[in-house]
């Protein structure tokens, strides 16, 4: 039954198609690496021009799976060495890859959220290969009511990180839900926030929001940094560059629970890396933080989301694949190239156009690997972004969020909305809140709200639906559970060992 | 004084919960397939934002440092920098704006003339190409060129 | 203006030197821009590239035509930007849909209206479809529409679009044409027709109104039943099984042209000048291809032809929206 992938091996070989896995991940690297630039835009650009090169369908397939799955790889450098999420699913790799980079080991985290992508997307792949047609049924079967509830789960597991100011992070989280609320609303078309600008319609985008919350901010904090001597702030000397395997081994489990999780969540169509990322940290650090570390520069906490962000990537794949549905907007881009070569994706593709199929996910396994060899052993010389110093680092910030928000926009509004984020960005970090709930908020709020309506529209307004798969009920009772038993099972422990007593 | 930056902090919220509810009041929907709503949500958090708030007046919690006067000014200084740059790009065109807003924020964090020169031009023009040329993205090349081609 | 001149000589040097440096000229002056105004990926990527890649191939421009994005607004923003920013530039178009005609209709376009663009022609056109899961109990649109009759609450429509969208109004027709009220439908809006047709497929809606085009890949897998098209006739190619709405007796159309308007202060040359290229473009035969391949189907109104066909339709949607209770 895996005639498909031998054959599919047998394409990506080639050295036409291994050269276009090489530099689409190159590509993909280089898009996902500068904020505001993702996957998207490096497909939507690359797209036109394989075509237009008379590429056949699998060598262009290949290519831009390349810069997707790169793409993924990419965003993690410029959350761990500038603290700017590289894209959307990068948010997370900001909490503890950067005081990692703080700490003098941003080599180390180069290598271990290198070590962690290709795990996680190897997870993912290997799900896709053995399970794909089986995960597209699973998949579908969420519907509004299941998404809602997933979402409540996801809520329920942020509660984690209210941390040592549980006040902020709620605020924080509110206020990121609110944002969400921007534009036009999806249910009845009505304009909520807008004050009658166009520009605001459409909500506020998540590309604004990231490089004006983290890129701009950065700046202004940069700035303090510089001005004053007291602080601690300073970088500390490169220590060692590579990764040690112990660190490795440290997180294995990490990657691996977390690969998972990135991996379904990516299959589920509607939910995509940031969602990923957001859901696999706050499970990691429950499941693993004993001393509370996380957010300081743990590990762990920076092989979770990195792990699972690649996976969601390779696993949006999956109802593409099988169904012809995108699982995510970088696989719509992709169907509709798909399209231009007039292929029929389904599971007719794998028995009509197996070179395809099977050439695509080839090349994943091939351009993960390629993307592994690429990242370890240029960690070192990634990190020394760091010793750039800031009269260059803060312009060229300032150039990548200026050209990436305005190539998404093509409009100084937009650019304009950055800087007040930005600014809005910079008081509340003064403030001591962190910017993580804030787009947890903004990213699962919207979500949230969504699929509420969606299911009460389905439903005619009768709330049962909410709880009535087995799914949701599920997910409703490992929400309850998450939020009950932090604070339940401490009680039961004294009791039983003062029973015991 | 480390305390009422908390406290003005909660005061604003509050009043932009009722901002926030209030809008969210006045919404004219046409009609609804289901009793949420678009008002509920914004009503809701609002609602709970203030409550959130109201606790941060009581209790406000630690701040870090604010910047003194000198520093401010570079801050304000650095967005000055940056509004202008947004003001300026379509009109005068990338490369341009690129030039002197890489050239003062590089003043800005403390280099020299010339390194700051230096940047500039490297960066402004090779910015561009490798944005342009290598990623074939379009960047606005100033409402002023086509004048003289 | 000394200084001026200074200056732009002194800035076309650094242009020129990095242009000569990379062997490209990028000044980009007299070479033509089609605006889309949604992010990449979407139907007005496309829409440009179908102009961009059709004059590039036919030779009709000697300069690569530049696609560049512009969201928001559901298509708001960029007629805002024509209308107060680039109102003149001759070498400028914006791809529009029947979406954008919807929406003006609808007022969503703020303080502008459809008079104040010049509308160009349209290349091509997609139609809606009304869309059910294989195993539906419905095989004919008559079937569908006797039971949404008899029981309009068991029957959930859903698309990818909010009340009023385009999506939705395909949904509202259908229900009035089987005599009930838009307002008593059950209607759940998703995020584009993807996850809509997931909802279809995983039995959380029952009827899906989407696009001919995007239902391409769907036709063969046997997973979905096309109940009717939405066309005035019967659709050629892999779509010649399903047939029409009106040909089942409900008078329910919805073609979704992909053209392309101007700013209002072009003159009229360089408008005659576009026009002229689009309508040589529409009769080359490599052109009939590209849009194939783009899964649009033959459609071509050029000049005054689509400029009244355009304000027909805002005319028409205005007056459905009334009936609907959707404008305040």
Known sequence: MFDFLIDGFGVALSPLNLGLAFLGAMLGT????????????????????????????????????????????????????????????????????????????????????????????????????????????????????????????????????????????????????????????????????????????????????????????????????????????????????????????????????????????????????????????????????????????????????????????????????????????????????????????????????????????????????????????LAGLFAKVLTIPRWVLVPGIAILAFAGVYQLHSDLMAIYLMLIIGVFGYLLRKLGFSLAPVILGYVLGGLMEDNLRRALSISGGDVGILWQSGISLGLWIAAVLLLVLPWLLPKLLTRKSLDGA | MKLAADRILGLALIGLAAFAAAQAANLQIPFSYEPVGPKAFPIVLSVVLAALSLVLVFRPGENGHWPDKALALKLLAVLGVLLVYALLFTRLGFIVTTFFAVLALARLFEATWLKALIAAVLMSLGSFYLFTQGLGISLPGGYWLPDFT | MKFNSAFRHWSSLLVLSGALATGTAQAQSDASECIAPAKPGGGYDLTCRLAANGLQETGLIDKPMMVSYMPGGIGAVAYNHVNGVRSDDPNLIVAASTGAAVNLALGKFGQYDADEVRWLGALGADYGAIVVKADAPWQTLDELMKDLKTQPGKIVFGAGGTVGSQDWMKAALTAKAADISPRDLRYVAFEGGGESLAALLGDHIQVFTGDMSELRPHLESGKVRVLASLSEERLGGPYAEIPTAAEQGYDVQWPIWRGYYMGPEVSDEAYQEWVNKLETLSEKEKFAELREARGLFPMSRFGDDFDSYVKDQVAQFKQLADEVGLTQ
């Open chain 1, 30 to 377: 280089l898009f996902g690496a500068l904020p505001g630039i993702g996957p998207i835009n490096g497909i939507a650009i690359l797209m036109p021009l394989a075509y237009t090169l008379g590429l056949p369908a699998e060598s262009a397939l290949i290519l831009l799976a390349g810069v997707y799955t790169g793409a993924e790889y990419g965003g993690r450098m410029s959350s761990i060495l500038l603290n700017v999420p590289g894209d959307a699913g990068a948010v997370m790799t900001t909490l503890d890859g950067h005081p990692l980079a703080k700490k003098g080991l941003a080599g180390p985290a180069l290598g271990l959220s290198a070590v962690s992508s290709f795990v996680g997307a190897t997870i993912a792949i290997i799900g896709l290969t053995l399970f794909a047609p089986l995960l597209a049924q699973v998949a579908v079967m969420f519907g509004p009511a299941e998404f809602f509830a997933l979402m409540i789960f996801a809520f329920a597991s942020m509660a984690v990180m209210m941390g040592k100011d549980p006040i902020k992070t709620a605020i924080g989280a509110v206020l990121g839900v609110m944002i969400a609320m921007v534009g036009v609303d999806s249910g009845t078309g009505v304009l909520r926030y807008t004050f009658g600008m166009a520009e605001l319609y459409d909500g506020i985008d998540f590309v604004v929001m990231i490089i004006g919350l983290f890129a701009i901010s950065e700046i202004l904090l940069m700035l303090e940094h510089a001005n004053r001597q007291d602080a601690g702030d300073e970088m500390p000397p490169l220590g060692r560059v590579m990764v040690s395997l112990k660190e490795v081994l440290y997180c294995k489990w990490t990657m691996l629970r977390c690969g998972l999780i990135g991996f379904i969540v990516g299959v589920l169509p509607g939910t995509g890396a940031s969602v990923a990322g957001a859901v696999s940290y706050t499970t990691e650090k429950r499941l693993s933080d004993k001393e509370g570390t996380f957010g300081t520069g743990n590990m762990r906490g920076l092989a979770a989301p990195e792990a699972a962000n690649n996976a969601a990537a390779a696993g949006s794949f999956v109802p593409m694949l099988t169904l012809g549905i995108p699982g995510s907007g970088t696989t719509a881009v992709l169907l509709g190239a798909l399209m231009l070569y007039n292929i029929t994706p389904g599971p007719m593709m794998f028995s009509e156009r197996p070179e395809v199929a099977g050439g695509l996910i080839a090349s994943l396994y091939i351009g993960n690997v390629v993307l592994l060899a690429l990242n370890l052993p």
